[in-house]
Nanobody, 119 residues
Framework: VQLQASGGGLVQAGGSLRLSCATS????MGWFRQAPGKEREFVAS????????DYADSVKGRFTISRDDAKNTVYLQMDSLKPEDTAAYYC?????????????????WGQGTLVTVSS
């Protein structure tokens, strides 16, 4: 399984970014983030069919996960960004059918893409 995340950058608070994750498989996908000095945390996941979606409470209503299987890409649209969203964002894949939140349930990981939100 190959995953390639992109789309990070510097944005002002209240702004938007869209992260992309190119994937070689049609698996259940997740986004996680890790801020400096903090543990990796779940952000969002979408199952292989796109029917089931889950969000962390901290991003619900601001972030949207989606997938375009014709392009083998999973997206994370991030709106109303806050300084506390600053982190390295990682996409991950799991063969599980349902959406999952635990990092240990994901067997494949892409490299991180850095998101910095200035106040």
């Amino acid at each position: 399984v190959q995953l390639q995340a992109s789309g990070g950058g510097l944005v002002q608070a209240g702004g938007s970014l869209r992260l992309s994750c190119a994937t070689s498989v049609r698996y259940t996908m997740g986004w996680f983030r890790q801020a400096p000095g903090k543990e990796r945390e779940f952000v969002a996941s979408i199952n292989w069919s796109g029917i089931r979606i889950d969000y962390a409470d901290s991003v619900k209503g601001r972030f949207t996960i989606s997938r375009d299987d014709a392009k083998n890409t999973v997206y994370l649209q991030m709106d109303s960004l806050k300084p506390e969203d600053t982190a390295a964002y990682y996409c991950a894949a799991t063969s599980a059918n349902a959406v999952v939140r635990a990092a240990g349930d994901f067997g494949s990981w892409g490299q991180g893409t850095l998101v910095t939100v200035s106040s």
